[in-house]
């Protein structure tokens, strides 16, 4: 029984053996995977948000610029005055929802208290004057249109008292807040009002959005530019990638994360880099791809991301990959 189990024993291991050399002499035996590709070109329109007179340009075609480096300016001065008067208008605002936050001064109340007192006492005689007039025309003393008149001024006495005394409680009761909330968001408005104005001021400098190399420039100062007009197009330089092809028999080894290296025709040096991303879908072989086993082969797209990136890597620039074994 010891001895059949000791025969499977050394049965498992000699097969386990075979089978693991096998492995390796075939893993040895595969050349390592080579690709082809090229330094992806990436590259972005810049333009004003504003439109205007086109002032300067800081830059040329072939120049490297910087994120946040000013490379052009519309002239300022409209916006610089539009700023300003949405100044005022704020300020303007503000002083009023001031004023009626606070509510009525004691020096118009009491103006108003005295109008009212005056105005009470020209009521009192106007309603007074109509009561003998009236007493009058009852007794056939005077006419009927002398009637009238003194009623016309009693009652327009009257409406002035009314009015008078309706103001007064105004002031005492101060201002209904229905009024301070539309002087609020009147001073809202205004403040909005200078926020876009500041903002349309601060883009009359046009900024790189990233690090890169001028390709394109395509206006000159003096130049009447409406807003979105492209006036530069920017090659970026960060991050660099290579578009490169597999095939399908090579999948496998394209895995996210790998580490591949990278040269290329006119330097000796390796570059470094890693997969960044592989096409879920297949796709027939690009016309820059020029290897004989890829040119009817359905193939999947790498982006590599180059982990020490180099002014020698110049962007559309034809690259080998290659994978380790």
């Known amino acids: 029984m010891r001895k059949s189990i000791l025969i499977a024993v050394i049965f498992v291991i000699i097969v386990g053996g075979g089978s693991y050399y096998y492995f390796q002499k075939e893993q040895s035996d595969q050349p390592p995977v080579t690709l082809y590709g090229n330094v992806d070109i990436r590259t972005t329109a810049l333009s004003f948000r504003v439109g205007g007179r086109l002032k300067s340009l800081n830059v040329d075609e072939g120049d490297t610029v910087h994120k946040g480096q000013v490379i052009g300016e519309i002239d300022p001065r409209p916006y610089q005055i539009a700023l300003a008067q949405a100044k005022a208008q704020s300020d303007a605002a503000k002083a009023n929802l001031d004023l009626l936050k606070a509510g009525y001064r004691s020096e118009e109340i009491a103006r108003a208290r005295e109008k009212v007192k005056q105005l009470t006492s020209a009521y009192q005689y106007a309603q007074s004057s109509y009561q003998r007039y009236r007493a009058l025309r009852l007794k056939k003393a005077i006419a009927q249109e002398q009637l009238d008149a003194a009623k016309d001024k009693r009652d327009q006495a009257q409406a002035d008292l009314l009015a008078a005394q309706q103001q007064l409680a105004q002031y005492q009761q101060g201002n209904r807040p229905q009024q301070i909330e539309q002087a609020k968001a009147q001073f809202e408005q205004a403040q909005a009002g200078v926020a876009k104005a500041q903002l349309d001021l601060s883009d009359t400098q046009l900024k790189a959005p990233a690090d890169g190399t001028i390709l394109v420039r395509a206006h000159q100062p003096g130049a009447m530019l409406n807003p979105g007009t492209t006036v530069f197009t920017l090659a970026l330089s960060h991050p660099l990638w290579i578009k490169a092809y597999i095939d399908e028999p090579h999948l496998g080894m394209a895995q996210s994360g790998r580490k591949v290296t990278i040269t290329s025709d006119s330097s000796k040096q390796i570059f470094h880099g890693h997969i960044g991303f592989v096409s ?18 359905l193939v999947y797209r790498l982006r590599i991301i180059v982990d020490d990136p180099s002014p020698q890597l110049r962007q559309g620039m034809p690259v080998t990959v290659h994978f380790a074994k």
């Not at 796709?283 to 004989?292: M, S």
């Open 280 to 297: 879920p879908t297949a796709e027939f072989t690009p016309k820059t791809v020029q290897t004989e086993q890829l040119r009817t082969s």
